[in-house]
């Protein structure tokens, strides 16, 4: 047996990374998308809270609890003192002696600063790590001694969308958590790798997919521990099972050889964002996809979603057929990918679905809500420059109450109804010159329509079927002539007011030769560090098919960047912001932003921001945490009411190798004087932030 070298992917990133922080992070996140042509060649232009009730009422972890807990209505009173609370400027906190969750603003952190940054109060725990045993019969993390079985027991690897629910005393909780993608450079030690090469990369596919693991504590508000070997802990990998639901479910643009049916599929990957439905279950997004597969791309389909005839970065198709499009019989494997998959973290022997009704693009996640009239909408957005945003709204509508009936009920909503993809009109669109000056109305701001794909049950698009339509939504959507958008990314309801935010994390191709130009809805020339849209649905109707916008802010850094722009709140007394990825509200309807790029684009560690939305202080961005060197934010949860805040941690340390780390986040193990053996590098982890004194 010769012994495997984990090497450095090939970094055609290197010095291009403009819009993200690292070519690592590129490579092997995205498959060096931006390296590659555009992918459009078009000429277009909160349930958190009832989730948890469901979850406390059917009794799941045996403590008897009945009854629901409704939304959270506490308010986080605005601060009413001057404007320099922000920018980390000491000796102001974010919330008055009222509010649940008050802070004074950090200042920004160094890109290269390996630490955990918190508001002064404020301590930091991890709840769980990646390697942590699950199951009873799962070892102790040990990275030298890494097998498939093992790590399919195990906490995955760079842990993006999060989710606790908690039961009536806030005693017992259940943690959801995606696992996006690895990186083999860090997680092996090349004189102690797996010997053969296979062996190796089935590790790497036991620690994508996702982990269920249920919580305790001694009271509420207090730091969590999770529970080795309860009854509902749960992983699953790119061995697991899933169901097709929706009209492409059994169509020919889904059968393989494996599968001849069209009906199932083995594993997730790519996991990145996701949601929480009022039923109880977890949506969660199937985002870069293509890099997983080889494939010629030899159909404009193919084309149209990145994928290359080159050998991919897991090297999987060495592996198991179905990542080579070239093998017969598996041409269809990668359409059975890229779609919004939901698991019931309630019964673990479920089968998991992935639903087509909602199409197949680069789905950051997608949110729920539920519309006046039942109806259940979805947010989604497709995480790729110049791609655009959707919206799916249910056939049926949503049954109140958490018995067997209404559940049962209500986890087929995603399984039929109508699709719509967002064109977006300017109101001063011939002031909009590439630089970010706001027009002369003084607001970047609209109308938009919601253009059918699939409306009651039929394809809306000439030439394609209802399956093409959900298969191929790429091309469904470049038809109807959508807006091209600076990466949709999150996209979140506010349960306060029903408005729709949007994160566009970047997209330094805006605007420069043979590519878009700027509009009113993306104004800025070679867009580096992002912009967060505001939808507000026509009459309040989040199931009707127009809706008025604006953008609430244009990120970056004021001192250094004079396109910014942050709801006309003053520019110079805000925290610095960049890369707008994942979005989040508290009790009182106030925005969380997590960043995603801020190491490459203004030069600072990313973070989690507070938004204020309403009054006089809309648009005042202050930073409440900072993750660790070459880490990304992801999945934040505002518990407010409990003055806690969960945040997980994503990629720590991707610019260093396994024997020269650049971070040793969470643990920060001497290397002197660590054991022999003792994993030293960085564990992607989540964390809990709480007051030092409770």
């Not at 009222?98 to 508001?119: E, Q, S, Y």
């Not at 195990?154 to 009536?168: A, K, M, S, V």
């Not at 539920?370 to 959707?390: K, M, P, T």
Request: with cysteine.
């Amino acid at each position: 047996m010769s012994t495997t070298e984990t090497k450095r992917p090939l970094l055609p990133m290197l010095g291009h990374t403009r819009g993200k922080r690292s070519p690592v992070t590129c490579a092997l996140k995205c498959d060096n998308a931006c390296a590659k042509g555009v992918c459009n060649q078009s000429g277009n232009e909160y349930f958190r809270d009832i989730a948890s009730a469901a979850y406390s009422r059917r009794n799941i972890l045996g403590l008897g609890a009945a009854g629901a807990v409704g939304l959270m209505v506490g308010s986080a009173a605005l601060d009413a003192t001057s404007a320099q609370a922000a920018a980390g400027r000491p000796g102001t906190p974010a919330g008055s002696a009222k509010g649940r969750l008050p802070f004074i603003p950090i200042a920004p952190v160094d890109a290269k600063v390996d630490a955990f940054t918190t508001p002064a109060g404020y301590d930091w725990e991890t709840i769980l790590r990646w390697g942590d045993p699950l199951f009873n019969d799962a070892p102790v993390f040990d990275a030298t001694r890494q097998t498939a079985e093992t790590q399919a027991r195990q906490f995955g690897y760079n842990n993006d969308y999060l989710e606790i629910l908690r039961t009536p005393n806030s005693k017992k909780g259940l943690l959801v958590c995606n696992h996006e993608y690895v990186n083999q450079n860090i997680m092996f030690d090349p004189a102690n790798a797996p010997a053969e090469a296979v062996e190796l990369r089935a590790v790497t596919r036991a620690a994508v997919g996702m982990s269920v693991v249920e919580l305790e504590r001694d009271h509420k508000g207090n730091p969590w521990r999770y529970i080795k070997g309860a009854r509902l802990n749960r992983r699953i990998t790119m061995d697991s099972e899933f169901g097709f639901t929706g009209p492409a479910a059994g169509s020919d643009l889904l059968k393989t050889v494996e599968d001849p049916q069209g009906m199932t599929v083995r594993g997730t990957l790519g996991n990145c964002a996701g949601g929480t439905t009022p039923w109880g279950t977890i949506l969660s997004g199937e985002e870069n996809f293509n890099g997983y597969f080889r494939s010629p791309a030899n159909t404009e389909a193919r084309r149209r979603y990145g994928f290359t005839n080159t050998p991919t970065g897991t090297g999987w198709e060495q592996d198991e057929p179905r990542f080579d499009a070239n093998n017969a019989g598996y041409e269809n494997e990668q359409n059975r990918f890229g779609y919004i998959v939901e698991i019931d973290p309630q019964d673990p022997p479920s089968t998991p679905v992935k639903h087509t009704s909602l199409g197949r693009f680069k789905h950051e996640g997608a949110t729920i809500s539920v519309a006046a009239n039942g109806h259940v909408v979805a947010y989604s957005g497709d995480d790729e420059r110049f791609d655009y945003l959707y919206k799916f709204v249910s056939k049926k509508k949503f049954r109140k109450g958490n018995g067997p009936k209404q559940r049962e009920h209500n986890k087929t909503l995603l399984s039929e109804g109508d699709l719509y993809v967002a064109k977006f009109s300017g109101n001063s669109s011939g002031e909009i010159d590439g630089s970010g000056e706001l027009p002369d109305d003084g607001a970047f701001d609209g109308t938009g329509q919601w253009l059918p794909l699939v409306v009651g049950g039929k394809s809306r698009i000439n030439g394609m079927s209802i399956a093409e339509v959900l298969v191929y939504t790429r091309l469904a959507a470049d038809k109807a002539g959508a807006t091209k958008m600076d990466r949709c990314e999150d996209v979140e309801p506010n349960p306060a007011t029903g408005k729709a935010y949007v994160a566009c994390t970047n997209n330094t191709d805006r605007g420069t030769a043979g590519h878009a130009e700027p509009n009113e809805a993306n104004p800025r020339t070679i867009n580096r560090d992002g912009h967060v849209v505001e939808i507000s649905e026509r009459f309040g109707d989040q199931t009707a098919t127009s809706f008025n916008w604006n953008l609430l802010m244009v990120c970056g850094d004021p001192a250094t960047n004079d396109s910014t722009y942050f709801g006309g709140f003053p520019p110079e007394a805000v925290s610095p912001i960049s890369c707008p990825d994942n979005l989040a509200f508290d009790s009182s309807g106030q925005l969380w932003i997590s960043t995603d790029g801020q190491p490459g684009t203004i030069g600072l560690n990313d973070g989690l921001f507070k938004v204020d939305l309403q009054g006089a202080f809309r648009g005042r961005v202050q930073q409440f945490l900072a993750v660790p060197r070459d880490a990304e934010t992801c999945g934040p949860i505002i518990h407010d009411d409990e003055s806690m805040v969960y945040v997980a941690v994503q990629h720590p340390g991707e610019e260093g190798s396994y024997t020269e780390p650049t971070s040793f986040f969470p643990d920060y193990v001497d290397q002197e004087e660590a054991p022999a053996g003792q994993f030293r590098g960085p564990r992607p982890s989540v964390v809990q932030v709480f007051p030092s004194v409770r």
